[in-house]
C-alpha cells in the first residue's frame, strides 16, 4: 500500500511540474506527465515499431539522453520554486530544526490509539524527507521518513494559513526535506499522523527521486549513487547499521580479553606483510614514493617487540589487484597480536569473535546466506589442508616429498567443476601446487565453518615452522561460505629465519617480474600489468625490531568486510560500501 500511494504521488505531482513547464516555456518540449527515472516512456504518444536488434545500443542512448531531459527539466522548475521561496522571505536550507520525537518513537509511544482518536493537547516536532504526497481538496496527506521509519503527516486546509497550504499544493515536491509541527491522531483507517499545526521547508530537493513503483533498478547507478540507493531502498542502511554493530561488539570482545587498540602509519616506506601489489603514492616533501599498506601486520609486531603485549587495530587496507563481489581494493580488516601464546589461541578467539557478533546482529548462531544455512555453534570443524585436498582429490600430496615434476602430472589429472585445466605455470615448490589445487577444488566447498591448518612453508613466510610436521607452518585460515574470513600464525619471531623467507620471497617475485617484462618486451608492450609489475624490498625496520627479540606469538588477520556480508546476507562485498563516484558496476 506504501508503495502503490507513493507511486500516485508520484505520478500527481510530475504531471503538475509537466503543466507548469509547459506554461513557464512553452518553446520547450513538454514533460510527460508518467516520468520514470529508471526506465524512461516513450517520448510521443503515438507507438513506433520496434526497431531491429540492431539498434539496440542507439535506442539505449536515446532512452539515456531522454531522461537526461526530463530530469533537467524538473531540475529547472524547482530552482523556479527555490527562486519564488526566496521572494517571499523564506530560505529553502535552513539552518537547523527543534525535534521532539523521532517517527518511530511517535509510533511506538502512540501505538495504543484507536482509530479517529486525536491527542490535541500534545506537541510534537519531527523532521524528515518526503517520500510520498496526495491531496485531497482541503486536506493533503504526506509521508515522511527519518532515520528510524516513517510516520503520516495529515494537513488540513483549515489548521494552516492559506500560504502554508498553498505551499503544500505548488511548492514542496517528493524528495523535499521538511519540519512539522503539531498533534497527534489517528485516521479512521487507522494511520498514526501528526495533525499539522506548522510546517517549514528545510531543504528542497532539486533532483527527482526514483518512484516507489519501479524503485532503483539501475545496478550501476545504485552503486555510484549510493545515497540515492538509500533514499529509494531503505533496507540498504540496514546494512550500515548491522556493520556498526559488528564493529562494536569486535572492540568489546578485544577489550574484554584485555587487548588494547592502537593505530600504525598508511603510509608506508616499504609495502610489506603480505603478498599483494600496492598502492604507490608520492610524498613530495620527502621526494620519494610511499606504499598505501597492504596489511598491519609489521607494525603490530613492532607493538610486541616495544613490550605491548596484546594488540590489535581495526584498519582500512589497500591491495591493487582485482574487483569482483567478494574483492574490493579497499577494505576493512582487524589484525590482533597476542603475546606468549600459539595459533591454537586464536582459533578460539576467531569462534569467540563471530559468534558475539552474530549474537549482536541476529540473536541466534544459525544464519541464512543466499539460500544456506549456517550454523555459527561451537566447535567448528579443524582439518589440514593435505587432508582436505586428499579428501577432495584422493591425491596425497605428501607422498611426493620434493618431485614437483610428479606433483604437477597429478594435478594435471584433477577435474575440476568447470573443467579447466588448474593453473600450474607459477607453481615453483609442492607447497605451491598443492595450495594451487586447494584454492580451485576445495576453498568454493566449505561452505559451513572450518578452520583450514598447516600451510605449506612455502606460501607461509610470516608463519613459524611447524612443531611436529616439516615443510609446514602452524598457519590456518577461516573459511565460511567458501570465503576466506580469517587468517592466522604462530608467528615467526627468528630474525635470521624470516630475514632467508623474505629474501626468498623476493627472488621469486623479481624472477616473475623479469618473466613478465620480456613478455610486455615480446608483446609490443601490450600486455597489462600484473601482481609482478611492482618492485619488492626487504623491510630492514622490521627484521631490525626481531633482532631485539619478539616473545612467542600468535597473530589473525579478520576480514571484517566478509563477516559483515555473511550477517547481513549480502551478495557482493560492494553492497558494503560508497564506492568512487567513477567506478563501472560488477555483476552483483
Not at 586464536?346 to 549474537?359: D, F, H, P, Y
Amino acid at each position: 500500500m506504501e508503495a502503490l500511494r507513493a507511486w500516485r504521488a508520484s505520478s500527481n505531482l510530475l504531471g503538475f511540474a509537466a503543466s507548469r513547464a509547459a506554461k513557464a516555456a512553452p518553446a520547450a518540449r513538454p514533460l510527460r506527465p508518467h516520468v520514470r527515472c529508471c526506465s524512461p516512456a516513450a517520448a510521443s504518444t503515438t507507438k513506433p515499431p520496434p526497431p531491429p536488434p540492431q539498434d539496440r545500443r542507439r535506442r539505449s542512448a536515446s532512452s539515456s539522453s531522454s531522461s537526461t531531459s526530463d530530469r533537467e527539466s524538473i531540475r529547472a522548475i524547482r530552482l523556479k520554486k527555490v527562486e519564488e521561496l526566496r521572494g517571499k522571505g523564506y530560505e529553502p536550507y535552513a539552518y537547523k530544526w527543534d525535534r521532539t520525537h523521532t517517527t518511530k518513537e511517535l509510533q511506538d509511544e502512540y501505538t495504543h490509539l484507536e482509530n479517529g482518536e486525536v491527542c490535541a493537547d500534545v506537541a510534537v516536532s519531527i523532521a524528515g524527507r518526503i517520500v510520498a504526497r496526495r491531496a485531497f481538496g482541503k486536506l493533503v496527506f504526506m509521508t515522511v521518513r527519518d532515520d528510524s521509519g516513517t510516520i503520516q503527516l495529515y494537513c488540513e486546509k483549515d489548521s494552516l494559513t492559506e500560504e502554508q497550504f498553498e505551499q503544500l499544493k505548488t511548492i514542496i515536491d517528493i524528495g523535499d526535506i521538511i519540519g512539522a509541527n503539531g498533534s497527534i491522531k489517528k485516521t479512521e483507517k487507522g494511520e498514526l499522523s501528526v495533525y499539522v499545526k506548522n510546517f517549514e521547508i528545510l531543504t528542497k530537493s532539486l533532483l527527482p527521486l526514483p518512484d516507489k513503483y519501479h524503485g532503483l533498478t539501475d545496478v550501476d547507478k545504485r552503486y555510484r549513487q549510493r545515497y540515492v540507493d538509500m533514499i529509494a531502498n531503505p533496507e540498504v542502511a540496514d546494512v550500515f547499521r548491522t556493520r556498526a554493530k559488528v564493529v562494536s561488539e569486535i572492540r568489546k570482545t578485544m577489550e574484554s580479553f584485555g587487548f588494547i587498540e592502537v593505530e600504525t602509519p598508511v603510509l608506508q616506506g616499504a609495502a610489506g606483510g603480505a603478498e599483494a601489489r600496492p598502492f604507490i603514492t608520492h610524498h613530495n616533501s620527502l621526494q620519494r614514493d610511499l606504499y598505501l599498506r597492504i596489511a598491519t601486520e609489521l607494525h603490530l609486531k613492532r607493538m610486541l617487540v616495544g613490550g605491548l603485549e596484546k594488540v590489535y587495530e581495526i584498519g582500512r587496507i589497500f591491495r591493487n589487484e582485482g574487483i569482483s563481489t567478494r574483492h574490493n581494493p579497499e577494505f576493512t580488516t582487524i589484525e590482533m597480536y597476542e603475546a606468549y601464546s600459539d595459533y591454537e589461541s586464536m582459533m578460539n578467539l576467531a569462534e569467540e569473535i563471530v559468534t558475539r557478533c552474530a549474537m549482536a546482529t541476529h540473536g541466534k548462531l544459525r544464519v541464512d546466506y543466499q539460500g544456506t544455512e549456517i550454523s555459527l555453534e561451537r566447535p567448528w570443524r579443524r582439518e589440514t589442508m593435505h587432508s582436505l585436498v586428499k579428501e577432495a582429490t584422493g591425491i596425497d600430496f605428501n607422498s611426493f616429498g620434493e618431485d614437483l615434476e610428479s606433483a604437477k602430472n597429478a594435478a594435471r589429472g584433477i577435474k575440476t567443476e568447470s573443467n579447466e585445466n588448474i593453473s600450474l605455470q607459477a607453481c615453483s615448490s609442492v607447497g605451491h601446487v598443492l595450495n594451487e589445487v586447494f584454492e580451485t577444488v576445495v576453498e568454493s566447498s566449505l561452505v559451513q565453518p572450518t578452520f583450514v591448518l598447516d600451510y605449506p612453508v612455502e606460501i607461509s613466510p610470516l608463519a613459524k615452522p611447524h612443531r611436529r610436521y616439516a615443510g609446514l607452518t602452524e598457519r590456518f585460515e577461516l573459511f565460511i561460505c567458501g570465503r576466506e574470513i580469517g587468517n592466522a600464525f604462530s608467528e615467526l619471531t627468528d630474525p635470521i629465519d624470516q630475514r632467508g623467507r623474505f629474501e626468498n620471497q623476493i627472488k621469486q617475485h623479481n624472477a616473475k617480474r623479469a618473466a613478465m617484462t620480456k613478455e610486455v618486451k615480446s608483446t609490443e608492450g601490450k600486455h597489462e600489468e600484473d601482481d609482478f609489475s611492482y618492485e619488492v624490498t626487504l623491510d630492514e625496520d622490521f627484521l631490525t625490531s626481531l633482532e631485539y627479540g619478539m616473545p612467542p606469538a600468535s597473530g589473525m588477520g579478520l576480514g571484517i568486510d566478509r563477516l559483515v556480508m555473511l550477517l547481513t546476507n549480502s551478495a557482493s562485498i560492494r553492497d558494503l560500501f560508497f564506492p568512487r563516484n567513477d567506478e563501472r558496476a560488477l555483476p552483483r
